[in-house]
């Protein structure tokens, strides 16, 4: 017989980092939560936690193993939720940090329809392009645009955003138009430069994926800064679409090598690990997940389980 007890307190040391904070986390006393482990190992016959009088770590087993529990631990806790889901009351206060520019032109509206929906949930929204450690600042949501996720953090890849080459009439008639990737490296550039962006450019030249580094006046942190700067007439810089895309319908700004895709980022959604997702986040995340399907723009990429779309769903 599977003792899940002893299953659910392994995965909590796992995630509180030691027997003391699981214990706490589970209402146990720390000799309770040992003793089920060591019957753990015993009955498994492998060694999952490399004990030491300060810190513990999994071994390959135990973080095999941890891997595999956490997810079925997680679809129990998700089939209990949905027995009772008509039941519950969602309700919580969510913390949230998301880039300044996507909070300001994307997520602004989506967060307000979630809580006309939700009325018995609050947020805190940070906007900010600051590195964030979402654990020790209690943090419950974390939006980035970024192309690598943090391996600490359960993540959703939400969507690529589609980034383009930029440039105003009168930069381009003092300086040229390119022709090819490798002619930007003979342009002024307006960098954006992050904690999740390192400021190249990377450009598929037909053959190749070629990562520029031209020379830059300014660097910046914020994208619509660079696009004010590229309308201005400093130079050319790259910028999600979304960005530029009313100085491109008023000829402000002009795309270039439009047949040479940039390297694109993505959307992510991070959270703390959990065996299991409390409610609140769940019915946020699916919020989020179905405004963004109302888009057929948006090409979807990291559907949670939970989360169920369909042509019925209005957000």
Avoid at 42 to 60: A, H, N, Y
Avoid at 278 to 301: C, D, G, H, T
């Amino acid at each position: 017989m599977i003792d899940l007890n002893r299953v659910q307190m392994f995965a909590q040391v796992v995630e509180q980092g030691s027997f003391t904070a699981a214990a706490k986390a589970l209402g146990l006393t720390k000799a309770t939560v040992s003793r089920k482990i060591a019957e753990l190992e015993l009955d498994t016959g492998v060694i999952l936690l490399f004990r030491t009088t300060r810190s513990l770590k999994l071994t390959d087993a135990g973080n095999a193993y941890y891997n595999r529990v956490q997810r079925i631990l997680m679809d129990l806790k998700n089939a209990e939720d949905k027995l009772s889901s008509s039941q519950l009351m969602v309700k919580g206060n969510l913390r949230i940090v998301c880039p300044i520019e996507l909070g300001q032109l994307f997520l602004g509206r989506i967060f307000a329809r979630f809580l006309t929906h939700y009325p018995d949930i609050t947020i805190d929204v940070e906007l900010s392009n600051r590195q964030v450690d979402v654990v020790e600042e209690g943090i419950d949501i974390l939006f980035q645009i970024t192309s690598v996720a943090n391996p600490s953090l359960q993540t959703f890849e939400v969507m690529y955003t589609d980034k383009i080459l930029v440039a105003s009439p009168s930069y381009l008639a003092r300086h040229g138009m390119p022709q090819r990737p490798e002619d930007l490296s003979c342009h002024q550039a307006i960098k954006l430069k992050s904690t999740h962006i390192d400021g190249s450019w990377t450009v598929f030249d037909g053959k190749e994926w070629l990562t520029l580094e031209p020379e830059a006046q300014l660097t910046v942190n914020n994208v619509t800064l660079a696009r004010e700067a590229a309308i201005e007439g400093l130079g050319i810089t790259v910028v999600p679409s979304i960005i530029a895309q009313q100085a491109l319908e008023d000829k402000l700004l002009l795309p270039l090598l439009e047949d040479f895709p940039l390297a694109q980022n993505k959307i992510t959604m991070s959270m703390p690990q959990r065996v299991y997702l409390p409610r609140k986040y769940q019915v946020f995340i699916e919020f989020i997940y179905r405004a963004m399907s109302q888009n057929p723009e948006y090409q979807l990429l990291d559907i949670p389980d939970f989360v169920t779309l369909s042509v019925s769903n209005h957000v």
